[in-house]
């Protein structure tokens, strides 16, 4: 199953990744977390993104696509992956297609998570991560108040720093400018399938997996015919 998640910052993606990733056994391919690990390595390549990931802007195409073609292309991708980030531009999108059809491979589906802005700046200045195994939080609902720790792995939570009110707005605006026509390039070819995000947690990720089931009774059927 070749899965992508679109939607604003903020919007659920990396929570419903984790979970369908968790639910299907492929892997749940975060760009912005792959950009915040090569961050964390101290490599050069750090510098030249962390300038543009801090301020809310999009990493150049030619260097995201590049990163992405290895990670899709590696052993454990071989059944399928939940892409969640990726793609973020129409020419992405184009790349990523190019790239399936030279494996003889296709997406089979890209959700929009739907949620408005002012949530998505909510949910974002309420999120925090941690730092030693990526566990999304919020302080709304669930995070151990007292101790401020990971209940997964006990590991020290922190705020990413793009995750402020001023970078969220922007990350928002470069979103409808950038990313919006990707939602519209999915709809034209027939491949978008959009979710209320704006429901509990668990509504969400069941309206996901009624989504999924469905694609996969199709595919069954196909191999069938
Ligand atoms: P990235 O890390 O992908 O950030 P984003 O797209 O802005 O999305 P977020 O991670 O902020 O939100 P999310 O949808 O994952 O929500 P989450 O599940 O955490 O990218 C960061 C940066 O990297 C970009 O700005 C860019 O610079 C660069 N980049 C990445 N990919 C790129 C690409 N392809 N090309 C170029 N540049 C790229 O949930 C958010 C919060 O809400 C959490 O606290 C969570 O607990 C809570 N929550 C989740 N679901 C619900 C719910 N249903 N109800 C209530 N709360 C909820
Ligand atoms: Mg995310």
């Known amino acids: 199953m070749r899965l ?8 659920g993606k990396g929570t419903q990744g984790e979970q369908l990733a968790e639910k299907y056994s492929i892997p749940h391919i975060s760009t912005g977390s792959l950009i915040r690990s090569v ?14 990931i801090s301020k809310g802007n999009l990493i150049p ?25 990726f793609p973020r531009t129409v020419k992405q999108a184009m790349h990523l297609d190019e790239t399936l059809k030279q494996e003889s491979s296709k997406l089979d589906r890209a959700f929009d998570i739907r949620i408005s802005p002012q949530e998505a700046v909510l949910r974002i200045t309420k999120r925090r991560v941690c730092r030693n195994c990526g566990q999304i939080y919020s302080l709304e609902q669930d995070l151990d108040q007292e101790s401020g720790n990971c209940t997964s792995c006990g590991g020290p939570l922190y705020q990413r720093p793009d995750d402020n009110v001023e970078v969220a707005q922007h990350r928002l605006q470069v979103y409808m400018e950038q990313t919006h026509p990707v939602v519209h390039y999915y709809a034209q070819s027939g491949r978008l399938t959009s979710i209320n995000g704006e429901q509990d947690i668990d509504a969400v990720f ?20």
Not at 62 to 85: F, P, S, T, Y
Request: aromatic fraction near 2%; charge should be negative.
């Open 4 to 11: 992508v998640l679109l939607g604003l910052p903020g919007a």
């Open 39 to 52: 961050i964390n390595s101290g490599l050069k390549l750090g510098e030249i993104v962390n300038a543009y």
């Open 61 to 85: 195409d030619e260097l995201m696509m590049e990163m992405l073609r290895q990670r899709v292309l590696a052993d454990d991708c071989r059944n399928g992956w939940i892409l969640d980030g």
């Open 206 to 225: 069941s309206d996901l997996s009624d989504a999924v089931a469905v694609l996969l009774q199709k595919s069954k059927d196909g191999g069938r015919a």
